[in-house]
């Protein structure tokens, strides 16, 4: 059994990962330690065997979500679908990310990203802005597959010059055929692919770019205060997307060399996967799922960027409303306007 969670060195209690200063806090006497402070006096499990992590297991019944999360955070209601009714259990599974990107935003801003983002939202529901709603926000570790791909592609195709001048009283015309292949290899560093079913794909693509450049080892200490959803989607069925990706980019990359024709078309091309190496991550987001006439809208923020995304429905009711302010306004106009002038 692997010591989890960082206690304080001052006072023993629990300690929580703090984004802003990217150390560990003490939330009773306020002090701070970094990871070096602290794997000083707790170090490290040496082998994997003894970092069994010790973590609760949350199951929703009415979703099938399953989070997970260290003694220092408790849920209290579903992140996806609000239902109050979860069941808390000991995990007892393999969760063993590689890497991780900590946390960097904070609750409160990632609340104050929403507050702005539902403001400009004329037409959503009043309920969406709520604060009770709002503080349902929540700091989430979701799960990745990154690879590392070697492709190998070719890309074939016709070109055609075509070249006028004139000489004497002649206007000459020369067109050149060629064929024309591109061959190239390319390598790529953690192309990352969604591995949760449950958070919506097109808007986790829409939280990219995450920045590698604040990627770690993975360490239980930085899952408190936050939740992890363990992945549902298989590293070869994540395989398969990544190689669509990276061979779409691959012919891209090769088709953009092509230039100085006055017409080019393709006639073939392939791209060969040579290799592809897959490693589990957490990546950070906060989540807001709201509920409206039974269907989540989920709002989310990039948690190292501050990058938004989100979906609202738009109220009939306000809109309609609206409509009926700018009749009004438009009738008041109509009539004042030729009391006025009349
Ligand atoms: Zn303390
Ligand atoms: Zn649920």
């Known amino acids: 059994?692997?010591?989890?969670?960082?206690?304080?060195?001052?006072?023993?209690?629990?300690?929580?990962?703090?984004?802003?200063?990217?150390?560990?806090?003490?939330?009773?006497?306020?002090?701070?330690?970094?990871?070096?402070?602290?794997?000083?006096?707790?170090?490290p499990p040496k082998t994997e065997d003894e970092d069994t992590p010790e973590l609760d297991l949350y199951h929703c019944d009415s979703c099938g979500a399953d989070l997970l999360a260290d003694s220092t955070t408790s849920?209290?209601?579903?992140?996806?679908?609000?239902?109050?009714?979860?069941?808390k259990s000991r995990f007892s599974g393999r969760f063993k990310p590689r890497y991780l990107i900590p946390f960097f935003l904070t609750k409160d801003q990632a609340m104050e990203l929403y507050r702005k983002w539902i403001s400009r939202r004329l037409f959503a529901p009043s309920e969406f802005k709520y604060q009770e709603e709002?503080?349902?926000?929540?700091?989430?570790?979701?799960?990745?597959?990154?690879?590392d791909c070697k492709t190998n592609g070719t890309v074939r195709g016709k070109?055609?010059?075509?070249?006028?001048?004139?000489?004497?009283?002649?206007r000459y015309t020369r067109t050149q055929h060629f064929q024309v292949v591109r061959r190239g290899?390319?390598?790529?560093?953690?192309?990352?692919?969604?591995a949760s079913q449950k958070l919506d794909d097109t808007l986790m693509q829409l939280m990219e770019p995450y920045h590698y450049k604040d990627m770690t080892d993975f360490s239980m200490q930085?899952?408190?205060?936050?939740?992890?959803?363990?992945?549902?989607?298989?590293?070869?069925?994540?395989?398969?997307?990544?190689?669509?990706?990276v061979a779409q980019y691959t012919e891209k990359r090769l088709r953009d060399t092509i230039a100085g024709y006055t017409s080019y078309r393709d006639t073939?091309?392939?791209?060969?996967?040579?290799?592809?190496?897959?490693?589990?991550?957490?990546?950070?987001?906060?989540?807001?799922?709201?509920?409206?006439?039974?269907?989540?809208?989920?709002?989310?923020?990039n948690g190292q960027t501050g990058k938004v995304a989100g979906e609202t429905p738009i109220s009939r009711w306000k809109q309609l409303s609206f409509a009926g302010l700018i009749f009004a306004a438009v009738w008041l106009l109509a009539v004042f306007g030729g009391a006025f002038f009349g």
């Not at 023993?12 to 970094?34: H, R, T």
């Not at 579903?78 to 009714?85: I, Q, R, V």
């Not at 709002?134 to 690879?147: E, H, N, Q, R, S």
Request: proline share 5%; hydrophobic share 35%; net charge negative.
């Open 134 to 147: 709002i503080d349902k926000i929540t700091g989430v570790y979701a799960p990745f597959w990154l690879f």
């Open 1 to 43: 059994m692997g010591a989890l969670q960082y206690k304080c060195l001052n006072c023993k209690a629990g300690l929580e990962f703090d984004p802003p200063s990217q150390q560990w806090k003490c939330n009773y006497c306020f002090s701070m330690f970094s990871k070096e402070e602290l794997d000083a006096v707790h170090p």
């Open 159 to 170: 070109g055609i010059r075509v070249t006028h001048w004139v000489q004497g009283q002649y």
């Open 268 to 301: 073939d091309s392939n791209v060969m996967l040579e290799e592809c190496e897959e490693n589990y991550a957490l990546l950070p987001v906060y989540l807001l799922v709201n509920k409206y006439k039974d269907r989540e809208h989920l709002f989310m923020v």
């Open 222 to 245: 930085y899952m408190s205060g936050f939740m992890a959803e363990k992945y549902d989607v298989e590293s070869e069925e994540a395989k398969t997307t990544v190689k669509r990706r």
């Open 75 to 87: 849920a209290t209601f579903c992140l996806y679908c609000k239902n109050p009714t979860i069941i």
């Open 185 to 194: 290899t390319i390598e790529y560093k953690k192309v990352p692919v969604d």
